[in-house]
């Protein structure tokens, strides 16, 4: 089945993204390994192409009796604590997929076979950057479909409390998100920009991850962050940053929330053509609200420009 495969489908003539309309994927397999941050084992990670149509599909080459092919899917999503979780029918799962799947978005890749030897996508310094290093280094090329796009028709909100999660109706990828933390390195922070491959580059692929030095231990005990250190988190301590470099940006805090929000995002299966807002939200909440979206036929549709005969040739 391919990543557009349900949806209903019409034409039109708009500029985003990719200038020339046509999906992508990368030019040749690239290669990187590190640690999974809640797992901490080491994991080798292969990005190859892949053919058009297939959308962003993970194998996990460690698993050879069953099925271990796990495309990246709103409906495969089964676990959202601390990071985002996909799941096969044969019960195949890789976790942690969303700073990855923020690069691959956000460079336009739509169709992408990543190959891992291990449950987890290595967390790297936790931030996108080094997938984004690791796409340029492999390069990108055309493929001969029309790239597809969900469009936002209606708003779509969940809402959990004082935590909400909204698509709205936009004619480009629009992001705002806002944060609310009771910390003195915190506090409140908020974030809105057009999200393009440049604003994605120089604002947000480069913030990190975060935590508490007081939650590691429980976090731990639960199975989790088994692999974080300051050399993939930032790590708050009280009112400061243990962290000897520092922070990245003044608010990378939020930053690095839209950046989740991004990959959060895009098991929709293709790019987005709405407007992302998200209060206090975590992934739980950016899964509902798409989960929600693709519930409601009317609030959406996928659109798709044709090329021209000369843009095909």
Request: net charge negative; glycine share 10%.
């Amino acid at each position: 089945m391919t990543h557009a495969e349900g949806f209903r489908v019409s034409y039109l003539g708009f500029a985003y993204m990719s200038p020339d309309h046509h999906e992508h994927t990368i030019a040749v397999p690239a290669i990187c390994a590190g640690v999974g941050l809640h797992t901490g084992q080491r994991v080798r990670l292969s990005v190859r192409p892949a053919q058009a149509g297939a959308g962003i599909v993970f194998v996990r080459t460690d698993i050879t009796d069953r099925d271990n092919r796990v495309p990246a899917r709103a409906d495969l999503v089964t676990q959202t604590r601390l990071g985002t979780v996909i799941t096969n029918a044969a019960g195949v799962s890789v976790s942690t997929i969303e700073h990855l799947m923020a690069a691959l978005s956000a460079l336009g890749v739509d169709n992408a076979q990543i190959e891992l030897d291990g449950p987890e996508v290595p967390i790297m310094d936790g931030s996108s950057l080094p997938f984004v290093q690791l796409l340029d280094q492999a390069g990108f090329r055309r493929q001969f479909l029309p790239q597809s796009f969900i469009e936002i028709l209606k708003p779509v909100t969940v809402i959990e409390g004082d935590k909400r999660a909204s698509l709205l109706p936009c004619d480009r990828f629009e992001m705002h998100f806002e944060i609310d933390f009771d910390s003195a390195v915190i506090g409140h922070q908020e974030v809105d920009l057009v999200v393009t491959e440049q604003s994605f580059r120089t604002e947000l692929a480069a913030a990190r991850t975060f935590g508490f030095i007081e939650g590691v231990e429980a976090l731990r005990a639960a199975g989790l962050a088994r692999g974080g250190s300051m050399d993939n988190a930032v790590v708050i301590d009280g009112d400061r940053v243990l962290n000897a470099e520092g922070l990245r940006f003044v608010d990378e805090f939020v930053r690095h929330k839209a950046l989740d929000a991004i990959g959060d995002l895009y098991v929709l299966g293709m790019p987005l053509l709405g407007r992302f807002e998200g209060i206090r939200a975590g992934h739980g909440l950016n899964n509902a609200v798409v989960r929600e979206l693709l519930s409601q036929p009317e609030a959406y549709r996928v659109v798709t420009r044709a090329p021209s005969l000369q843009q095909a040739g």
